[in-house]
C-alpha cells in the first residue's frame, strides 16, 4: 500500500532534466517543515489521491488512501502513452515510504527518478538498486530549522552508485557560509556532481535571493566544483503542476 497525494504526467521543471517529460508521483508524508516548501499539503497523509486519467490532460479523479501496489503501478503506466523520460517520484519525501517504492520499481515501464531531500540514508540504501538518477537536496540550517551535514555526507556517497545531482534553493536568508560548506560537502564526494543553485520562488513570502549575490555564490561554487548551474523552478511560471 502507498500514500499518494497526486499522480500526472507534467515537464519537469527543476534541476539537470529541466523540460523533459514525467510522470510523477507525488508521496505524502515528509520528516522535514522546509520555510519554503511549496507542497506543504503532501507533507501530511491525506484522505484521498488525485489521479490523472490520460497524460496531460488534467482530468483527475479521487480515489481512496493507501493505494493497493497493484492499483498504483496500473495507474502510473497507464499515463506512459507515449515517450516519457522517467518516472519522477516525489513528494513530500518519497523516501518515507521507501518499502512501497521497492515493490513499486520493479513494475513500472520507464526509468525511475528520485526527487529527495537527501536526509535518510538508511532509507536510500534499500531503494538504491530500483531507481536510476538521484535529484538530491541539500537542505540548508536557514531553511530546515537544523543541521543535515553529515546525514547529507553519507546520502551523497551512496547516491554515487548512481547517476545523481545536487540541488540547494537559495533564498535571501541564505548565509554564505552555508552555501561553501553544501559546495565543500560535495566536492568531498566528488567535484565532478553536478551542483545545481535554484533561487527560491518569491511566493508565500519567501525573500528572494538578490542577482549579485545569486552569481557570486555561482563564482564561488565554480572554483571548487566543475558543473554548477542556476535553475529556478521553470513550471511555475509556466503555469505547469
Ligand atoms: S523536504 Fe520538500 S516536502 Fe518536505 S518540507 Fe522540505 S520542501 Fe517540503
Not at 510523477?24 to 484521498?48: I, K, M
Not at 545536487?166 to 560537502?185: H, S
Not at 527560491?200 to 538578490?210: H, L, Q, R
Request: overall charge negative; charged content about 15%.
Amino acid at each position: 500500500m502507498a500514500h499518494v497525494v497526486e499522480v500526472f504526467s507534467s515537464i519537469q521543471g527543476e534541476g539537470l532534466y529541466v523540460g523533459t517529460r514525467q510522470v510523477f508521483v507525488r508521496f505524502a508524508g515528509c520528516n522535514l517543515a522546509c520555510t519554503y516548501c511549496d507542497t506543504p499539503d503532501s507533507r501530511q497523509l491525506c484522505q484521498f489521491a488525485l489521479v490523472e486519467r490520460t497524460a496531460g490532460k488534467r482530468n483527475f479523479i479521487s480515489v481512496s488512501n493507501p493505494l493497493s501496489l497493484e492499483n498504483l503501478v496500473q495507474v502510473i503506466n497507464s499515463l506512459l502513452t507515449f515517450r516519457h523520460h522517467s518516472i519522477s517520484f516525489t513528494g513530500g519525501e518519497p523516501l518515507c515510504q521507501a518499502a512501497s517504492i521497492i515493490k513499486l520499481a520493479p513494475q513500472l515501464n520507464a526509468p525511475i527518478y528520485l526527487e529527495t531531500n537527501g536526509t535518510l540514508p538508511d532509507r536510500l540504501a534499500e531503494v538504491l538498486p530500483y531507481v536510476d538518477i538521484i535529484s538530491m537536496d541539500i537542505k540548508l540550517p536557514s531553511i530546515a530549522g537544523k543541521s543535515y551535514w553529515q546525514e547529507h555526507y553519507e546520502f551523497l556517497r551512496l547516491a554515487l552508485d548512481k547517476e545523481v545531482f545536487v540541488k540547494v534553493v537559495v533564498t535571501g536568508q541564505t548565509k554564505e557560509t552555508e552555501i561553501k560548506q553544501a559546495v565543500n560537502l560535495v566536492a568531498s564526494v566528488s567535484s565532478e556532481i553536478p551542483l545545481i543553485l535554484q533561487p527560491v520562488t518569491p511566493i508565500n513570502g519567501c525573500e528572494p535571493v538578490t542577482p549579485e549575490t545569486l552569481l557570486m555564490y555561482q563564482e564561488h561554487a565554480l572554483a571548487i566544483l566543475k558543473n554548477v548551474r542556476v535553475i529556478p523552478q521553470t513550471h511555475k511560471f509556466m503555469g505547469q503542476l
